[in-house]
């Protein structure tokens, strides 16, 4: 029986596969900007925001911080890797 689940990619399937949420990749990278943003806005260094993840987090913490126009003081990623589909996006932002 194949259930839908709250994350990226359903748990039946574990990665690697082709079997992300895009939209809700990038809904969740948004939101993790708009939480560092608040924080520069409110007078935080963005080197003093560092951001770290396990699993599905690990992975939002590599891809916004890959991304994301602020110089932040780190990203620790545990147990994490990029999305095959966001790959060849973060590819056309950095290079």
């Known amino acids: 029986q194949d ?8 748990i039946a399937n ?3 596969c082709n079997c992300y949420d895009e ?3 990038s809904s969740s990278i948004a939101k ?23 699993s599905q987090g690990a992975a939002l913490s590599l891809m916004t911080a890959l991304s994301t126009l602020h110089e932040l003081g780190g990203v620790a990623s545990l147990s994490g890797w990029i999305p095959q589909q966001s790959r060849q996006v973060l590819r056309t932002l950095l290079f």
């Not at 259930?3 to 359903?10: A, D, K, L």
């Open 32 to 54: 993790l900007e708009a939480i560092i943003t608040s924080e520069v806005q409110r007078g935080i260094s963005p080197a003093m925001i560092v951001l770290v993840g396990f």
């Open 23 to 25: 939209p809700g990749i």
């Open 3 to 10: 259930r839908i689940r709250p994350s990226w990619f359903n």
């Open 14 to 16: 574990l990665p690697p």
